[in-house]
């Protein structure tokens, strides 16, 4: 037999072949390459018996060669080893000489192809005993980045790092390429501020960060939502370094502007990539038209699909989605609709996503039966209803007032096979609370714990607001002291539900207690806050405490969202202050918050209760203009401006229109019809008569 390379375990000398006969018959009387090895060539040794010795000199690949060759010729040099390493673990070679001679993108491919199969342990033995024997790679760093990939995708950044310890010396820290992969691995793992710090210790030894470090170290700042603010550091840094930003890193800072919600600086950035003549990825127009959509403009997220499709990009169905997020945010259904048969139109499927939203948007805009229909659509063609779509429906039926609803959808939820989570749990204590019906809130509460649920912040407020809608503060300080003992510190929505009972209830001194004590334990007041605060003093009559409160909220750096723009609104609005409502409209458009329904909304009921019921139409008109959807709330508002109005006969029309437009009218609605219908029938019997009473002193509205 040949013998090759003499590999010693536990003192047992096993003679392992150089070349493997692996890939065609070996001969009987030694081992041998194939006769002609594409790209290299080969020279022969003699060895202590006599026999000869083959390898490959050093590698040049063929610009034809194939790489299933190449891998099978690396395969063939390397594995042997592999195999002795896979079966031993540690191994001692008596002849290292004979691996010498193998090229390093041989080493390479096969610590590649130990970490792909997950054999990163077999890797880490291998490039250790590649270490030991300095001369066998002409360069380390190749080989160690790709083992750190390896470690750092299972989630071993610790090893990783004990690794490239081998790498370091008094002289010289760790090379570029083993760096950057240390800097990915800590990134990848949600390590973003370990990344960070390696980024300035290759700074502190003379290592200039290039374009892949920062990129890295910039995906790494974003998937862990660290502070925009730190990203832009990092762009800032590149520029003093005077590094030529790529479409790759201006992508990447695209990405972390719009997670980072700045969806101006995310256009900033995609100005510069395009003046500088790169192309913007897919992620990049998803990331602008989630961004932009959150914010609200929806003409900038259509005019940023048209551009992604011009650009070449097939949009799939999670870019639609994106932009059905878009219009359903903001009520527009009919551009919604139209999304959906566009998904249609280009041959895909509307998945859980897209039903989700459609669900979410009816449900919110009060349109039950529409909510329901697609609820039953999406059971007939096989997408099955997520924890979620459940939740949002429960939502629906409890927010109009039916809780059975709420409770019914848990038990089919469960009879699906879906195990209620601790937000549905939320869901029915919250149902149960805002119908007065405590006990069955506590009672629910209660399971939670015995069916090993965990119950959050969330949880507690609920409870806490159930006692408050009873009537039951007395339970509250109770409350407040256990949700502590069980971990759970109260958070600003805590004291936005107790500052909304108590300024409810006239009881402003000890709303200021509760303030004080907000912000003794550091807890900063939110937009809910200062809405809450708006919206106590508006009903109050307050409105000099209320416009305090809101320019308290701008000098306080909280940017007045449009939640706070409504509340302003709908205090003058219930005192039929129609000038200083419309007011409030101007400003809120001033600041970039485009018209939304609630707002609208609050428009028609200030007119409405002033008996402008021309001028209310006037904004029902320009709501439609504007393509965004009325709900049952603007149908309700409009008959009570025609009714207070004494247009008694255009309340069947109304009412025939909100039908017809798939608002499902509620009791509210029905009984302004029947008082309209009633006044009207008694003019036309005694035409001269005046009615003693309007319709709306029976109703409050």
Same mark, same amino acid.
């Given at each position: 037999?040949?013998?090759?390379?003499?590999?010693?375990?536990?003192? *047992?000398?096993?003679?392992?072949?150089?070349?493997?006969?692996?890939?065609?018959?070996?001969?009987?009387?030694?081992?041998?390459?194939?006769?002609?090895?594409?790209?290299?060539?080969?020279?022969?040794?003699?060895?202590?018996?006599?026999?000869?010795?083959?390898?490959?000199?050093?590698?040049?690949?063929?610009?034809?060669?194939?790489?299933?060759?190449?891998?099978?010729?690396?395969?063939?040099?390397?594995?042997? +080893?592999?195999?002795? %390493?896979? /079966?031993?673990?540690?191994?001692?070679?008596?002849?290292?000489?004979?691996?010498?001679?193998?090229?390093?993108?041989?080493?390479?491919?096969?610590?590649? @192809?130990?970490?792909? *199969?997950?054999?990163?342990?077999?890797?880490?033995?291998?490039?250790?005993?590649?270490?030991?024997?300095?001369?066998?790679?002409?360069?380390?760093?190749?080989?160690?980045?790709?083992?750190?990939?390896?470690?750092?995708?299972?989630?071993?950044?610790?090893?990783?790092?004990?690794?490239?310890?081998?790498? =370091?010396?008094? =002289?010289?820290?760790?090379?570029?390429?083993?760096?950057?992969?240390?800097?990915?691995?800590?990134?990848?793992?949600?390590?973003?501020?370990?990344?960070?710090?390696?980024?300035?210790?290759?700074?502190?030894?003379?290592?200039?960060? $290039?374009?892949?470090?920062?990129?890295?170290?910039?995906?790494?700042?974003?998937?862990?939502? %660290?502070?925009?603010?730190?990203?832009?550091?990092?762009?800032?840094d590149m520029k003093t370094e005077k590094l030529e930003v790529d479409g790759k890193l201006y992508n990447d800072l695209i990405v972390a502007c719009a997670i980072g919600c700045d969806a101006d600086r995310a256009f900033f950035f995609m100005e510069k990539l395009q003046a500088g003549g790169f192309e913007p990825e897919m992620k990049a127009f998803m990331a602008l038209i989630q961004v932009l959509g959150?914010?609200?403009?929806?003409? =900038?997220? !259509?005019?940023?699909? !048209?551009?992604?499709?011009?650009?070449?990009?097939?949009?799939?169905?999670?870019?639609?989605?994106?932009?059905?997020?878009?219009?359903?945010?903001?009520?527009? #259904?009919?551009?919604?609709e139209q999304v959906v048969q566009a998904i249609k139109m280009a041959g895909l499927n509307l998945n859980e996503r897209s039903y989700g939203l459609l669900i979410d948007a009816y449900a919110r805009a009060g349109r039950l039966e529409q909510a329901m229909c697609i609820f039953e659509s999406m059971k007939v063609v096989g997408v099955k209803p997520n924890a979620f779509i459940y939740s949002r429906l429960? &939502?629906?039926? @409890?927010?109009?007032?039916?809780?059975?609803?709420?409770?019914?959808?848990?038990?089919?939820?469960?009879?699906?096979?879906?195990?209620?989570?601790?937000?549905?749990?939320?869901?029915?204590?919250?149902?149960?609370?805002?119908?007065?019906?405590?006990?069955?809130?506590?009672?629910?509460? /209660?399971? #939670?714990?015995?069916?090993?649920?965990?119950?959050?912040?969330?949880?507690?407020?609920?409870?806490?607001?159930?006692?408050?809608?009873?009537?039951?503060?007395?339970?509250?300080?109770?409350?407040?002291?256990?949700?502590?003992?069980?971990?759970? +510190?109260?958070?600003?929505?805590?004291?936005?539900?107790?500052?909304?009972?108590?300024?409810?209830?006239?009881?402003?001194?000890?709303?200021?207690?509760?303030?004080?004590?907000?912000?003794?334990?550091?807890?900063?007041?939110?937009?809910?806050?200062? *809405?809450? %605060?708006?919206?106590?003093?508006?009903?109050?009559?307050?409105?000099? $405490?209320?416009?305090?409160?809101?320019? &308290?909220?701008?000098?306080?750096?909280?940017?007045?969202?449009?939640?706070?723009?409504?509340?302003?609104?709908?205090?003058?609005?219930?005192?039929?202050?129609?000038?200083?409502?419309?007011?409030?409209?101007?400003?809120?458009?001033?600041?970039?918050?485009?018209?939304?329904?609630?707002?609208?909304?609050?428009?028609?009921?200030?007119?409405?209760?002033?008996?402008?019921? +021309?001028?209310?139409?006037?904004?029902?008109?320009?709501?439609? /203009?504007?393509?965004?959807?009325?709900?049952?709330?603007?149908?309700?508002?409009? #008959?009570?401006? +025609?009714?207070?109005?004494?247009?008694?006969?255009?309340?069947?029309?109304?009412?025939?229109?909100?039908?017809?437009?798939?608002?499902?009218?509620? =009791?509210?609605?029905? $009984?302004?019809?029947?008082?309209?219908?009633?006044? *009207? !029938?008694?003019?036309?019997?005694?035409?001269?008569?005046?009615?003693?009473? &309007?319709?709306?002193?029976?109703?409050?509205?």
């Amino acid at each position: 037999m040949a013998s090759g390379a003499l590999i010693c375990f536990a003192g *047992t000398l096993t003679p392992i072949p150089i070349i493997s006969s692996c890939l065609r018959p070996r001969a009987a009387s030694a081992t041998a390459l194939p006769a002609a090895a594409p790209g290299g060539d080969t020279s022969s040794s003699v060895n202590s018996d006599g026999s000869k010795r083959f390898f490959v000199k050093k590698w040049t690949r063929p610009v034809e060669s194939s790489p299933d060759r190449e891998a099978a010729i690396a395969w063939v040099n390397v594995g042997p +080893l592999i195999k002795q %390493l896979e /079966e031993n673990g540690n191994v001692q070679l008596k002849n290292a000489g004979s691996f010498q001679n193998i090229p390093d993108w041989q080493w390479r491919f096969a610590l590649k @192809r130990l970490c792909e *199969t997950r054999k990163t342990d077999i890797a880490c033995r291998l490039l250790r005993w590649l270490h030991s024997e300095n001369n066998f790679l002409e360069s380390y760093d190749i080989s160690f980045s790709i083992v750190v990939n390896g470690l750092s995708k299972e989630g071993r950044v610790k090893d990783a790092f004990q690794l490239v310890e081998l790498l =370091e010396t008094d =002289e010289q820290w760790l090379p570029m390429a083993t760096c950057n992969a240390l800097i990915e691995a800590c990134a990848r793992n949600g390590l973003a501020e370990k990344s960070l710090e390696l980024l300035n210790r290759m700074r502190q030894h003379g290592l200039q960060p $290039d374009n892949v470090t920062y990129s890295v170290v910039i995906q790494g700042c974003t998937k862990a939502k %660290l502070d925009l603010g730190t990203i832009l550091k990092i762009y800032e840094d590149m520029k003093t370094e005077k590094l030529e930003v790529d479409g790759k890193l201006y992508n990447d800072l695209i990405v972390a502007c719009a997670i980072g919600c700045d969806a101006d600086r995310a256009f900033f950035f995609m100005e510069k990539l395009q003046a500088g003549g790169f192309e913007p990825e897919m992620k990049a127009f998803m990331a602008l038209i989630q961004v932009l959509g959150q914010c609200g403009r929806t003409s =900038e997220v !259509e005019a940023i699909f !048209e551009e992604m499709k011009v650009c070449g990009f097939v949009p799939n169905v999670r870019a639609y989605n994106a932009l059905l997020a878009a219009f359903t945010r903001k009520g527009l #259904m009919r551009q919604a609709e139209q999304v959906v048969q566009a998904i249609k139109m280009a041959g895909l499927n509307l998945n859980e996503r897209s039903y989700g939203l459609l669900i979410d948007a009816y449900a919110r805009a009060g349109r039950l039966e529409q909510a329901m229909c697609i609820f039953e659509s999406m059971k007939v063609v096989g997408v099955k209803p997520n924890a979620f779509i459940y939740s949002r429906l429960m &939502s629906m039926f @409890r927010d109009t007032g039916q809780w059975e609803g709420s409770i019914q959808m848990m038990r089919e939820m469960q009879e699906e096979g879906i195990t209620p989570n601790k937000h549905v749990y939320n869901i029915i204590i919250d149902t149960y609370g805002k119908n007065g019906q405590l006990e069955a809130a506590l009672r629910v509460f /209660e399971n #939670m714990k015995a069916e090993d649920v965990p119950r959050d912040v969330v949880t507690w407020n609920s409870l806490i607001e159930a006692c408050c809608k009873a009537e039951r503060f007395t339970q509250v300080p109770a409350l407040y002291k256990r949700m502590q003992e069980d971990g759970h +510190l109260p958070s600003a929505h805590t004291f936005n539900i107790i500052i909304n009972h108590l300024g409810s209830h006239g009881d402003w001194e000890t709303v200021e207690d509760f303030l004080q004590e907000m912000q003794s334990m550091g807890i900063v007041k939110n937009e809910v806050t200062y *809405t809450t %605060l708006v919206d106590l003093y508006g009903r109050s009559g307050r409105f000099q $405490d209320a416009v305090r409160c809101f320019e &308290s909220m701008q000098a306080g750096g909280v940017k007045p969202n449009s939640a706070v723009f409504c509340a302003l609104a709908n205090a003058y609005a219930q005192q039929g202050m129609c000038e200083q409502a419309v007011n409030v409209f101007r400003d809120m458009e001033k600041v970039g918050i485009e018209p939304n329904l609630t707002m609208l909304n609050l428009l028609i009921n200030a007119f409405s209760v002033a008996g402008k019921y +021309l001028e209310a139409f006037a904004v029902f008109d320009y709501m439609r /203009e504007v393509e965004i959807s009325p709900d049952v709330v603007t149908y309700t508002t409009l #008959m009570k401006a +025609l009714i207070k109005g004494r247009r008694f006969e255009k309340v069947p029309e109304l009412f025939d229109e909100m039908v017809s437009s798939g608002c499902k009218p509620d =009791e509210m609605a029905r $009984d302004m019809l029947r008082s309209a219908v009633r006044f *009207t !029938e008694e003019r036309q019997r005694n035409p001269d008569s005046t009615p003693t009473a &309007s319709p709306l002193e029976y109703w409050k509205v």
